[in-house]
């Protein structure tokens, strides 16, 4: 591990900024080129998520289930597990980057509440990585929210995720007294998202899992409650799109406001982060009902 002092936060720095490196390479192909299919940018991740395991040192070591910790004891089970955590959360950012703001509105907040427990525990490298990705991101939302004028794009969107995942995982094993729950919480939504999607293409829409569609939640929303309106002008139909990322972040801030407050505590967070995920099969499930 990295020590917190200042000069190998700054080693630290550098070696994250690398591991970024496969990750968004493999996205900005995609998005030049249009031929880089969801395997191979899932293989682009998991080089990223080897070498800042290599790098950084952090693993998902603990996640406070007694009979998956015994699991995770052993490394080569940590390794996998990392590494299937960090390419997942890469992935699911790129689902989720689908209207202005959303998944950057998302991450701007997750992003928070890291960077907040971070300075609680004096962690700083977490708080410093935090902060910048931050500032880049309120960057990019006052170009991309709520008018839409520069898009994110697959290298933006799996640069993003894996710098979540990351983190999240740096945050968890640099300090023992972050409950795992708080990083599972404050990344619930890509998460059930992606695993739900996976769920609804193999077993409802009998699909390829990785194939893509227009029934994610954040789609429901824009067709069923907003698009059912009447628009007489693209402005209008972009402003539609813009609210979107109210609809999904504004549940985000509130959950993740809570989450700040009991960052260590596995007995509160776990329920919060079940009844989340409950919550939105419940709001998924009513949207889908909805007549067109």
């Given at each position: 591990?990295?020590?917190?002092?200042?000069?190998?936060?700054?080693?630290?720095?550098?070696y994250?900024?690398?591991?970024?490196v496969?990750?968004?390479?493999?996205?900005?192909?995609e998005?030049?080129?249009?031929?880089?299919?969801?395997?191979?940018?899932l293989?682009?991740?998991?080089?990223?998520?080897?070498?800042?395991?290599w790098?950084l040192?952090g693993?998902?070591d603990?996640?406070?289930?007694?009979?998956?910790?015994?699991?995770?004891?052993?490394?080569?089970?940590?390794?996998?597990?990392?590494?299937?955590g960090?390419?997942?959360?890469?992935?699911?950012?790129?689902?989720?980057?689908?209207?202005?703001g959303?998944?950057?509105?998302?991450?701007?907040?997750?992003?928070?509440?890291?960077?907040?427990?971070?300075?609680?525990?004096?962690?700083?490298?977490?708080?410093?990585?935090?902060?910048?990705?931050?500032?880049?991101?309120?960057?990019?939302?006052?170009?991309?929210?709520?008018?839409?004028?520069?898009?994110?794009?697959?290298?933006?969107?799996?640069?993003?995720?894996?710098?979540?995942?990351?983190?999240?995982?740096?945050?968890?094993?640099?300090n023992?007294?972050?409950?795992?729950?708080?990083?599972?919480?404050?990344l619930?939504?890509?998460i059930?998202?992606?695993?739900?999607?996976?769920?609804?293409?193999?077993?409802?829409?009998?699909?390829?899992?990785?194939?893509?569609?227009?029934?994610?939640?954040?789609?429901?929303?824009?067709?069923?409650?907003l698009?059912?309106?009447?628009?007489?002008?693209?402005?209008?139909?972009t402003?539609?799109?813009s609210?979107?990322a109210?609809?999904?972040?504004?549940?985000?801030?509130?959950?993740?406001?809570?989450?700040?407050?009991?960052?260590?505590?596995?007995?509160?967070?776990?329920?919060?982060?079940?009844?989340?995920?409950v919550?939105?099969?419940?709001?998924?499930?009513?949207?889908w009902?909805?007549?067109d």
């Amino acid at each position: 591990i990295l020590h917190k002092s200042s000069f190998f936060s700054s080693i630290g720095f550098t070696y994250f900024i690398l591991a970024c490196v496969p990750v968004f390479f493999g996205g900005i192909i995609e998005d030049v080129t249009k031929n880089v299919g969801v395997t191979h940018r899932l293989l682009f991740s998991i080089v990223s998520a080897l070498l800042a395991t290599w790098l950084l040192g952090g693993m998902i070591d603990r996640t406070d289930i007694g009979a998956l910790d015994n699991l995770l004891i052993l490394a080569p089970v940590a390794l996998a597990f990392t590494v299937l955590g960090i390419s997942g959360v890469s992935n699911s950012m790129n689902i989720i980057d689908g209207y202005n703001g959303l998944s950057g509105g998302y991450a701007t907040i997750a992003l928070s509440a890291m960077a907040c427990v971070a300075f609680q525990i004096n962690d700083h490298l977490v708080l410093t990585l935090s902060l910048s990705l931050m500032g880049g991101l309120l960057g990019f939302l006052y170009w991309n929210w709520p008018h839409g004028k520069i898009f994110m794009g697959d290298g933006g969107a799996y640069l993003l995720g894996f710098s979540l995942a990351e983190l999240a995982i740096m945050l968890l094993y640099r300090n023992p007294t972050v409950s795992p729950w708080f990083t599972a919480i404050i990344l619930a939504y890509p998460i059930t998202e992606t695993l739900f999607s996976m769920f609804r293409r193999k077993f409802i829409s009998k699909t390829k899992t990785g194939q893509p569609d227009a029934a994610h939640l954040h789609q429901l929303v824009f067709f069923k409650i907003l698009r059912g309106q009447q628009y007489t002008s693209a402005k209008k139909l972009t402003h539609a799109n813009s609210r979107v990322a109210i609809f999904i972040c504004l549940p985000a801030l509130i959950i993740s406001l809570l989450a700040t407050q009991f960052w260590q505590s596995t007995a509160i967070l776990m329920p919060i982060t079940l009844a989340t995920c409950v919550v939105y099969l419940l709001i998924y499930w009513k949207l889908w009902s909805m007549p067109d």
